[in-house]
């Protein structure tokens, strides 16, 4: 169709300045800017859009207004229809209408400048916050089946915060990538809106921070310092536990920023209704908007995994040896990339390749969820213990009240899975406990597992707290 006889390009930008002054800053920057001007056909403007995630919700929340301001401004019934287009330049792709799937658009960064033809206010870029690392981004995260709900929820984030999935709970045990999530998220709003201020702390930090503040009578810089932020990371909210007056503190920046439509994610090493002592009201918050967890991955995950950290390595190191890595360490990601760092350094340092037989070798202490005689029953019931605020002698004592009796139940079963020891010596071990008690417990646990996936991943949770406390040692 020529262009000189249909051009809706002028009507375009009147109706992009009429929704500007209708609109706010936030959701300016967010979809209107994300929609440009794809061109004119016979009563039809076509418009363009990053990904199919924009092009969904400019469908449903804006393209009516767009059209019926389209139809007062021309006199005529002119419809509206929004392409998924790749904006960059260089790649001068083609864009799919409406209704086309178009998946990897989803993945794909909007542009960086906008391209309504109409001039935007000028917002200003915000300093980045020194407290994200660059290294953190959702290219280099391998998505599985264990992961795929919380890299899908911290996209959808990333590419519109503020709008939906607010606030949103990262959970899941160590080393499952909850730090290398919510940073890429703190990244891609940073490089692609630049002008929204992301501030990233870790809850350590913001305890830390506030007391500080409060010895040297700076609170309300600290409190103005988290007011200003148009995005909230909050790592490792677990943390939190025990320390009220920082709970308290915490509560009113997220009252604050939710009230204002402002991002806010969070992590914790296990779902919120487990965590100790933290006040009702700020669980409430926590868990009010979307709770995603991490699961540790699967064998062909965990292979994906190890493939990506390969790439541009100097080393080379061969398929089987990958995959008797993957086989063995199956704890979590932080895991493996250790076992993989050590074999790299063994290769570069003595400059040999790596056999099936190094590996093995250098690999044997590592961290595999196999039976290990060298963890003491003794550390197993301390972090059972602590988990669940009661002390070790409850576990190896003789109470029998509901509160002791499941956290001790909890312990042998743990401690039956991850080391070699028999139930007699375990029992022993339990306030000399006879072995019949131990068999009976592991097989309670094992029900509760089985039939409650919520207790199964607390379990693992547990197990796996209970390996790195031991590597700590
Ligand atoms: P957590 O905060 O849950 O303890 P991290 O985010 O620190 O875990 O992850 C531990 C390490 O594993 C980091 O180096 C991170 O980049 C890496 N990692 C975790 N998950 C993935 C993944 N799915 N793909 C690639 N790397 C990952
Ligand atoms: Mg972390």
């Given at each position: ?20 002054s ?41 393209k ?5 301001m ?15 287009k ?48 660059t290294?953190?981004?959702f ?5 599985g ?29 160590v ?33 830390n ?34 320390k ?14 939710f ?83 050590k ?45 669940f ?47 019949t ?18 207790v ?18």
């Amino acid at each position: 169709m020529p262009q000189e006889k249909w051009n809706y390009n002028p009507f375009w930008d009147e109706v992009v300045s009429r929704m500007q002054s209708s609109l706010s800053e936030q959701e300016c920057i967010t979809w209107l800017n994300r929609i440009s001007y794809a061109g004119s056909e016979d009563h039809k403007l076509v418009l363009a859009v990053p990904s199919l995630f924009i092009r969904d919700y400019v469908s449903t929340q804006y393209k009516p207004a767009i059209q019926s301001m389209l139809n007062e401004l021309t006199g005529e019934a002119v419809t509206v229809d929004i392409l998924v287009k790749k904006m960059s330049a260089q790649t001068g792709s083609q864009g799919q209408s409406e209704g086309t799937q178009h998946r990897q658009a989803e993945h794909e960064k909007p542009a960086k400048s906008h391209q309504v033809s109409a001039p935007l206010p000028k917002a200003q870029k915000k300093p980045r916050d020194p407290n994200i690392n660059t290294s953190y981004q959702f290219e280099s995260f391998v998505v599985g089946d264990n992961s795929a709900f919380a890299y899908s929820v911290s996209m959808a984030i990333a590419k519109n915060p503020g709008v939906s999935y607010n606030p949103c709970l990262i959970y899941g045990g160590v080393g499952l990538g909850k730090t290398h999530l919510i940073q890429s998220i703190g990244n891609y709003i940073q490089d692609y809106t630049p002008e929204l201020q992301v501030v990233y702390v870790t809850a350590e930090m913001f305890t830390n921070e506030f007391i500080q503040s409060i010895g040297e009578e700076k609170t309300p810089q600290f409190r103005n310092k988290y007011r200003k932020a148009d995005v909230l990371l909050i790592d490792d909210i677990h943390f939190l536990q025990k320390k009220s007056s920082t709970q308290e503190e915490m509560f009113h920046v997220f009252n604050n920023l939710f009230e204002a439509n402002k991002q806010l994610v969070f992590t914790c090493d296990r779902p919120i209704n487990e965590l100790q002592d933290i006040a009702d009201r700020l669980k409430n918050r926590f868990t009010r908007g979307i709770n995603v967890d991490l699961q540790p991955p699967d064998f062909e995950t965990r292979l994906a995994i190890l493939r990506r950290k390969c790439e541009g390595k100097a080393c080379h190191i061969s398929s089987e040896v990958l995959e008797y890595i993957g086989k063995s360490v199956n704890t979590n990601v932080r895991d493996l990339e250790a076992s993989l760092t050590k074999l790299i350094a063994y290769s570069n340092l003595l400059n040999k390749e790596i056999t099936l037989d190094i590996a093995r070798e250098q690999l044997k202490s590592t961290y595999s969820m196999s039976k290990d005689q060298s963890m003491s029953i003794d550390s197993i019931i301390r972090v059972i213990a602590d988990y669940f605020n009661i002390s070790p002698y409850d576990i190896k004592g003789k109470k029998r009240t509901k509160s002791v009796v499941l956290p001790r139940q909890i312990a042998m079963y743990v401690a039956r899975t991850i080391t070699d020891f028999s139930t007699t010596e375990i029992g022993y071990e339990f306030g000399g406990r006879d072995h019949t008690t131990v068999m009976h417990s592991v097989q309670r646990v094992e029900g509760m597992i089985q039939s409650d996936i919520a207790v199964s991943n607390s379990i693992q949770n547990l197990i796996r707290q209970a390996q790195s406390f031991k590597r700590e040692k």
